[in-house]
């Protein structure tokens, strides 16, 4: 069972971060957290340009946020649904709605997401082909 101290330090944190999404645009402030995956590889993992759309879904700009990361933007309620069970402590609904057969479908298709943005650019924010990407490889640390 989750404290009630956890639950306002998590509601907290949560409240935090949004007012900090909002406010500070990713693409223009360094403090945000640079994908290590892509600076190593140049390529880009599930949760490329996630940071950047929930600034821009929060800001209602629909069209660019899933331009950014259209598979963040379908999966938020399925996030925001996990988070709510943890946070509310309904371990039973949560085993009943979470099972292993969902959890390992939703993990490949987050693999399989991963390797079709950077195949296909349609699934990008860059235009940047693998075959572009390693033609030029420099990894960038």
């Known amino acids: ?51 950047r759309a929930f600034y821009h879904l929060l800001h209602l700009d629909l069209k660019k946020a899933v331009s950014y990361n259209p598979f963040f933007i379908i999966g938020l309620p399925v996030l925001a649904l996990a988070l709510a069970l943890e946070l509310f402590d309904l371990q039973e609904l949560r085993k009943r709605i979470f099972t292993r057969k969902l959890v390992i479908t939703g993990s490949i298709i987050v693999i399989l997401f991963g390797i079709m943005r950077n195949i296909y650019p349609v699934f990008s924010q860059t235009s940047i082909t693998p075959k572009e990407i390693r033609k030029n490889f420099r990894p960038h640390l």
């Open 1 to 51: 069972m989750k404290t009630p101290v956890f639950k306002i330090l998590t509601t907290a944190t949560l409240v935090a971060v949004v007012f900090i999404f909002y406010l500070f645009n990713p693409e223009s402030y360094s403090f945000f957290p640079k994908c290590t995956f892509y600076r190593i590889t140049g390529w880009q993992c599930p949760g490329c340009g996630t940071q």
